[in-house]
């Protein structure tokens, strides 16, 4: 797989980031973040259910989740059920480290690959 410069702008084709969380192979969107305009989405919990169409009060897999993720979250994280496709992934540089570090930019990336939700493959 080609390494992607850490670096290099990314090109968005949305106006939205959203933040993943895997845990026991299932995938959790637990936070979005709005790009342009993020005054008009003052409660990103509810950006979050109306972005996806779910509802938290539906999420079955809260016990597979730690109680720091839970509190700072308020219970409201999802699994990413309507999700079927890759995300490359790469792991955050240690302390000391850069995201210049030789060493580090030579590293794979991780290819994950979910359907509805549940991670099928990892490239290890």
């Given at each position: 797989?080609?390494?992607?410069?850490?670096?290099?702008?990314?090109?968005?084709?949305?106006?939205?980031?959203?933040?993943?969380?895997?845990?026991?192979?299932?995938?959790?969107?637990?936070?979005?973040?709005?790009?342009?305009?993020?005054?008009?989405?003052?409660?990103?919990?509810?950006?979050?259910?109306?972005?996806?169409?779910k509802d938290y009060t539906k999420?079955?897999?809260?016990?597979?989740?730690?109680?720091?993720?839970?509190?700072?979250?308020?219970?409201?994280?999802?699994?990413?059920?309507?999700?079927?496709?890759?995300?490359?992934?790469?792991?955050?540089?240690?302390?000391?480290?850069?995201?210049?570090?030789?060493?580090?930019?030579?590293?794979?990336?991780?290819?994950?690959?979910?359907?509805?939700?549940?991670?099928?493959?990892?490239?290890?």
């Amino acid at each position: 797989m080609q390494n992607l410069n850490p670096e290099a702008p990314v090109d968005l084709d949305k106006n939205y980031q959203v933040k993943w969380l895997v845990k026991d192979s299932i995938l959790f969107l637990y936070d979005i973040e709005i790009l342009d305009g993020a005054e008009n989405y003052p409660d990103r919990f509810k950006t979050i259910e109306d972005f996806t169409g779910k509802d938290y009060t539906k999420n079955y897999y809260l016990s597979l989740l730690d109680k720091p993720i839970l509190d700072k979250y308020q219970g409201r994280i999802l699994p990413a059920s309507w999700f079927t496709g890759f995300i490359i992934v790469k792991r955050q540089p240690e302390h000391g480290e850069t995201y210049c570090n030789c060493m580090y930019r030579m590293e794979d990336n991780k290819v994950l690959f979910f359907i509805n939700g549940h991670l099928k493959y990892v490239n290890d």
